[in-house]
Every structure is written in structure tokens, then in C-alpha cells.
Nanobody, 125 residues
Framework: QVQLVESGGGLVQAGGSLRLSCAAS????????MGWFRQAPGKEREFVAS????????YYADSVKGRFTISRDNAKNTMYLQMNSLEPEDTAIYVC??????????????????WGQGTQVTVSS
């Protein structure tokens, strides 16, 4: 079991940047494969990015490649999502999650079993 708390969301103009954080507790953070998902009103949850337990491997949705960077600091039990060149289409609630199943794709929400409460990101045009 792990507890996850996101922070860093807010309102930003198109072209701006935000840095999201996900603080973890309740389990050894360095053992956890982690990911970020987002959900906009009226739309289904979608994969954003993920990172392996020690940060060696990272994965991104095509829609954010070249703009977002996922990272982690295991000494601080924290994962980050640096978001640059933000667009109005990036507006959503961003949620961090812990992956526990590996029979499917890292981009599938069904592979993750612990979720944070989410933080709102709003990008104005």
C-alpha cells in the first residue's frame, strides 16, 4: 500500500510552464514504477507519462513528447512532471499513480492500483 499526494497545479497562459509533484508514503518509494494520468471534463482518463523504479526508463504519450519531462527523487520520495509549452488542450486534472501489474501496457490505467487525489491544471488561450 502507498499513499500519493499531488501538488503544483494552477492557472497558466498558453506557452507557459508548470512543475507538478507527487509525494509518496507508506511503502518504499524506490521499489515503485510510477505514472501520471490526466482527465478533462467529459473525457476519459488518458496516459501522460511513466517512469521505472530507479528512473532509468521513461515513457511518454505522443501528445506530450518534447514538452513534458517525468523524473523522480527517491531520496525525497517524490516524483515530478515538468510541463513546458503548455497548450489549452493540456487542461485537465493530473493524477499520479503506482503501477502494480505488468501483464499489460504501462499506458493502461488497469496496470496501476494506487492513485492520488489529483491536481488541477488550467491553460488559458
Amino acid at each position: 500500500q502507498v499513499q500519493l499526494v499531488e501538488s503544483g497545479g494552477g492557472l497558466v497562459q498558453a506557452g507557459g510552464s508548470l512543475r507538478l509533484s507527487c509525494a509518496a508514503s507508506g511503502r518504499t518509494f524506490s521499489s515503485l514504477f510510477m505514472g501520471w494520468f490526466r482527465q478533462a471534463p467529459g473525457k476519459e482518463r488518458e496516459f501522460v507519462a511513466s517512469i521505472s523504479a530507479r528512473g532509468v526508463s521513461t515513457y511518454y504519450a505522443d501528445s506530450v513528447k518534447g514538452r513534458f519531462t517525468i523524473s523522480r527523487d527517491n531520496a525525497k520520495n517524490t516524483m515530478y512532471l515538468q510541463m513546458n509549452s503548455l497548450e489549452p488542450e493540456d487542461t485537465a486534472i493530473y493524477v499520479c499513480a503506482r503501477r502494480n501489474y505488468y501483464s499489460g501496457s504501462y499506458s493502461s490505467a488497469e496496470q496501476y492500483d494506487s492513485w492520488g487525489q489529483g491536481t488541477q491544471v488550467t491553460v488559458s488561450s
